[in-house]
């Protein structure tokens, strides 16, 4: 009986489960997935994430297609966040992750009771 060959992990699920699995990207997505939304309604509608934060991921997922930046020349201008057609195909994955979120995740009372007042 010899050794059991060791599984190869295929480089573009390991990129992509690097991109989505990173911190505060998942919730992003999440978001933008149920509308297009300008910085300030993504950083409301995302507890504790900072400014900082919520601009370089905005921006990886820029660079990665995932999202789109759409800048409306108005006055003042305004820009608005919208997944692409490549980000609005995680959807299922992102509904997958969900469904699985309700039946396995224990989410803290505090965090669920202010949940509960603004939702």
């Known amino acids: 009986m010899g050794v ?3 599984p190869e992990l295929c480089p573009r699920f390991h990129h ?3 991109l989505i699995g990173r911190r505060w990207t998942g919730a992003i997505i999440y978001v933008l997935l149920k ?3 300008r910085f300030a309604a993504l950083r409301a509608a995302i507890p504790d994430i900072t400014d900082r ?3 370089e991921r905005l921006q990886e997922l820029e660079q990665e297609g995932v999202v789109e ?7 003042p201008v305004r820009v608005e966040y919208e997944l692409t057609k490549k980000g609005r195909a995680l959807a299922a994955a992102m509904d997958a992750i969900a469904e699985w979120a309700e039946k396995w995740v224990n989410v803290p009372r505090a965090r669920r009771s202010s949940r509960a ?3």
Do not use: F, K, Q, Y
Request: with cysteine.
């Open 117 to 119: 007042r603004s939702g």
């Open 35 to 37: 509308s297009r939304c």
């Open 4 to 6: 059991a060959p060791v």
């Open 53 to 55: 934060m919520l601009s």
């Open 69 to 75: 930046r759409i800048v409306l020349p108005e006055t």
């Open 16 to 18: 992509a489960s690097e």
